[in-house]
């Protein structure tokens, strides 16, 4: 079964500057792999997917995602933080094998003024 | 918008009491999940559904049923709740009517407290 590792459970950056979540995944390239956010008291809402049509994959809010499967990870940028992007971030892939959705532990994600 | 609602939104109940929570969508999917979220844990899939009274469970099974008599209800019940039950509960659908393996869209959350 796969397993997804999110390097850190709380991210801190100055607004403006480099957002970056780190996303690994276990085992054979999967079929797709996701990032989903969760503001507070909130579902979960779907900010990109990689479908295997392109490795730099181009979301909501002004973040991308690029696949890398020499590295087996799925990393989310943002160029310049915003405060409005303080949230919990979700990295989650699915496994052909299982039929089933495997999501990370989730990094936390402080904007400061 | 996937038109996922759940009820109720928030719930406070007493340890070996039974819960009942109910997911409704309204765009026909056919792929329906129950998650809890608990700190630290990310979301861990309790059961799912893939059609009208065909349920599997998921990696957190113990102490919980479901059930899908519609294609638009999906039930979770806690059958004697414990404490260790105390969480965020969330429904899920997936996009795609034939593959599992596509974007899951979420509901609104349950929070559950049991005391």
Not at chain 1, 11 to 24: D, T
Not at chain 2, 76 to 96: D, G, H, N, P, R
Request: hydrophobic residues 30%.
């Amino acid at each position: 079964a796969q397993s997804v590792t999110q390097l850190g459970s709380h991210v801190s950056v100055s607004e403006g500057a480099l957002v970056l979540l780190r996303c690994n995944y276990s085992s054979s390239v999967p079929p797709y792999l996701f990032w989903y956010v969760q503001y507070p008291n909130q579902g979960l809402q779907l900010l990109l997917k990689y479908t295997s049509a392109a490795t730099l994959v181009k979301g909501i809010n002004g973040f991308e995602a690029e696949f890398k499967k020499s590295e087996t990870s799925f990393h989310l940028t943002k160029p310049s933080a915003h405060m409005s992007d303080a949230a919990e971030y979700f990295c989650a892939v699915s496994d052909r094998n299982f039929n089933k959705f495997y999501f990370g532990s989730g990094t936390k994600l402080n904007v400061k003024p | 918008d996937a038109g996922i609602t759940q009820s109720p939104r928030h719930k406070v109940t007493e340890t070996g009491t039974p819960v009942t929570l109910r997911c409704h969508q309204t765009e026909n999917h056919r792929y329906m999940y129950w998650y809890r979220q608990d700190p630290g844990h990310g979301l861990r899939l309790i059961h799912y559904s893939y059609g009208v009274k065909d349920t599997d469970k998921g990696e957190v099974s113990d102490g919980y049923s479901v059930s899908r008599s519609k294609t638009e209800d999906f039930l979770l019940t806690l059958e004697s709740a414990t404490s260790s039950q105390t969480s965020v509960y969330f429904c899920a659908i997936s996009e795609s009517r034939d593959s599992p393996l596509d974007t899951q869209y979420f509901g609104p959350g349950t929070r559950l407290t049991v005391l």
